[in-house]
């Protein structure tokens, strides 16, 4: 299991998550992936989309505008 | 939201795709606008397969969507929306994603008359063909008023259960909706893309006529949606933050482009596009003054900051609101 970082700063919603769900199915199950981004949207989108596909939300932050979001992967 | 439900209640595992263009609407203006930020965030799409408990696929169509809005062959509709070009291009890659993931075959929530350019019924066969979904795509919605389908044929489906809804009126599915519980859903199609909108539309066309040819990145269609756009000469033109977050925003592009900002009161962030002469920079900074709390003051301080990064200051005075012409504005 291995934690990865996907930076998505200055890009606007839904590209972050669209960003993020790209990165995710080159992941194995377990990883974690910590999405990194400026779009307050994000702080929806991914959760959200996390919800929708079976995956695990970990935690999620948005400090100063640095929205930060960690999910794992599901197992399938 | 509707047809996928309807083929819910015909026992058919439904997948959802959402195509991303550039020139969606919602998002955006939401994460620059300082007003749209107080309101509830939700991507429509999402929200739609939370609701329904199904899978969503969000795709990336940035790149390929170029061609449709820069050489629509069935043209533009009362703006720049390529609408039946649009509608091609997504029931294909849909189509390429059935092929790709073993689905069966495609449905869309069109109706009949809806739509004044791609959903006609002379224009829907045209979009099953030219998408080569061809007799695998399904409108649930208006299916008994088009020939039967695949699906339909096969039995996957049972065309009496499906609709014959038509014309530009909501009411049926409104009703429907009410019939699922559903009390909330997105705004219907069609405003939900800057390229229906008259002043978008106009903003595009003049990038286009400025530059000399029909093109653009992705960063241009975004600027396209943020602030006040005034083309006091040909040869250049301001963005002129309307609010704080606009401002916020537009920051982030000003290593890119000369920008200037009042100083001595408080005032709007404004980016240049295009080649200034000293003339320039002055009319420049007399309007970016115009829209700061100086407008009424004899003089106000511009900070002006060039793409190298140097900054010089010069006191001028507003220019006053009969002083811009109404042909400016973009």
Redesign the interface.
């Known amino acids: 299991m291995t934690h990865h970082v996907l930076d998505a700063r ?1 890009l ?4 972050p ?2 960003r993020a ?1 790209n990165a995710v199915a080159r992941l194995a199950p377990g990883d974690t992936l910590e999405v990194q981004a400026t ?3 994000a ?3 991914i959760p ?2 996390c ?3 079976g995956h695990e939300l970990l935690s999620s932050s948005n400090v100063e505008g640095e929205v930060r979001v960690t999910l794992r992967v599901k197992h399938s | 939201m509707l047809a996928a439900r309807v083929m819910q209640d015909h026992g058919v595992w439904v997948e959802g795709i959402n195509f991303y263009t550039g020139f969606c609407i919602e998002g955006h203006t939401q994460a620059i606008r300082s007003e749209a930020r107080e309101r509830p965030k939700r991507n429509n799409a999402l929200w739609v397969a939370e609701q329904l408990g199904i899978k969503l696929h969000l795709i990336d169509v940035i790149e390929e969507y170029k061609d449709v809005v820069i050489n629509p062959k069935h043209g533009y509709g009362a703006n720049l929306n390529p609408c039946l070009d649009c509608k091609g291009f997504m029931v294909g890659k849909a189509r390429e994603w059935m092929e790709a993931n073993q689905f069966d075959f495609i449905v869309t929530g069109e109706v009949i008359g809806q739509r004044p350019m791609s959903q006609r019924r002379d224009t829907m066969p045209v979009v099953a063909r030219e998408s080569g979904a061809f007799d695998r795509l399904l409108r649930p919605l208006c299916a008994k008023l088009l020939p039967p389908t695949l699906p339909e044929r096969e039995g996957w489906v049972d065309r009496d259960r499906l609709f014959d809804f038509n014309g530009r009126g909501r009411k049926p599915q409104i009703a429907l909706a009410a019939q699922y519980g559903f009390t909330d859903y997105a705004q219907p199609a069609g405003g939900c893309c800057f390229l229906t909108n008259a002043q978008y539309s106009r903003k595009l066309a003049d990038l286009w006529e400025t530059r000399g040819e029909k093109r653009y990145e992705l960063e241009d269609i975004v600027l396209l949606k943020v602030g006040r756009h005034l083309r006091p000469r040909p040869h250049f033109k301001l963005i002129v933050a309307r609010d704080e977050g606009e401002t916020n925003f537009l920051l982030g592009f000003r290593r890119q482009y000369t920008h200037l900002y009042a100083t001595s009161h408080t005032g709007p962030l404004a980016l240049i596009e295009g080649d200034v002469s000293e003339d320039d920079l002055e009319l420049a900074a007399r309007l970016t003054a115009r829209f700061g709390k100086g407008r009424e003051a004899a003089q106000v301080t511009v900070a002006i900051t060039d793409q190298a990064g140097r900054t010089h200051t010069r006191d001028v005075s507003p220019l006053t609101a009969d002083a811009i012409p109404e042909t400016w504005y973009l």
């Open positions: 200055r606007l919603c839904p590209m998550v669209i769900q779009d307050p949207g702080m929806h989108d959200s989309w919800r929708v596909h």
